[in-house]
T-cell receptor
Framework: SQTIHQWPATLVQPVGSPLSLECTVE??????LYWYRQAAGRGLQLLFY??????ISSEVPQNLSASRPQDRQFILSSKKLLLSDSGFYLC????????????FGDGTRLSIL | AQSVSQHNHHVILSEAASLELGCNYS??????LFWYVQYPGQHLQLLLK??????LVKGIKGFEAEFIKSKFSFNLRKPSVQWSDTAEYFC??????????????FGSGTRLSIRP
């Protein structure tokens, strides 16, 4: 069966520090991969999605970047975190085209001090 | 651009009450619709989905949703809620578009609190 691993579960970082959140999927090949952010009191916002290795689409301009070095690995990064980067980050995957449900990881709660 | 509106931010009900959570979307073409649920301390999971066919969709745990194309709505319902239904509920929509990725747009969520 397919599983998705996301870590760390919680992270506290100072303003200006770098960030690297990792997400890996097992049990499926060539998944579509996604990073979402859920800010306090707001809904899920799609940040990045990827349909293949090295292919990244950014949905909103921001202080973050994403990379997909391997088929089932998706990394969310920042060189210098801002206070506004605080939130709950979710990785998700789906397969195929058009309208397939997404499956979510357990999320990373990021607090910026 | 596609968007999803969930007008109820927080709903409080007593056990056995009936539930209806509103969801409206804006998209002119064929849509796929979803409801996701996030129980306290757990990850987001799919509750039900609509792709085509019968507009009344049955999901897990007694939930159902009705797609009304003329109203651009996909409201979630449950005849009798339980305390264990306390969670945050997200409506989501995507269309075939031109992208090979299944980009799903989420609503802002509705927090459901059930009084025992």
């Amino acid at each position: 069966s397919q599983t998705i691993h996301q870590w760390p579960a919680t992270l506290v970082q100072p303003v200006g520090s770098p960030l690297s959140l990792e997400c890996t999927v097992e049990g499926t090949s060539n998944p579509n991969l996604y990073w979402y952010r859920q800010a306090a009191g707001r809904g899920l916002q799609l940040l990045f999605y990827s349909v293949g290795i090295g292919q990244i689409s950014s949905e909103v301009p921001q202080n973050l970047s994403a990379s997909r070095p391997q088929d089932r690995q998706f990394i969310l990064s920042s060189k210098k975190l801002l206070l506004s980067d605080s939130g709950f980050y979710l990785c998700a995957w789906s397969v195929g085209q058009g309208g397939k449900p997404q499956h979510f990881g357990d999320g990373t709660r990021l607090s910026i001090l | 651009a596609q968007s999803v509106s969930q007008h109820n931010h927080h709903v409080i009900l007593s056990e056995a009450a009936s539930l209806e959570l509103g969801c409206n979307y804006s998209y002119g073409g064929t849509v796929n619709l979803f409801w996701y649920v996030q129980y306290p301390g757990q990850h987001l999971q799919l509750l039900l989905k609509y792709f085509s066919g019968d507009p009344l969709v049955k999901g897990i745990k007694g939930f159902e949703a009705e797609f009304i194309k003329s109203k651009f709505s996909f409201n979630l319902r449950k005849p009798s809620v339980q305390w264990s239904d306390t969670a945050e509920y997200f409506c989501a929509v995507n269309g075939p578009g031109g992208s090979s990725a299944s980009k799903i747009i989420f609503g802002s969520g509705t927090r459901l609190s059930i009084r025992p």
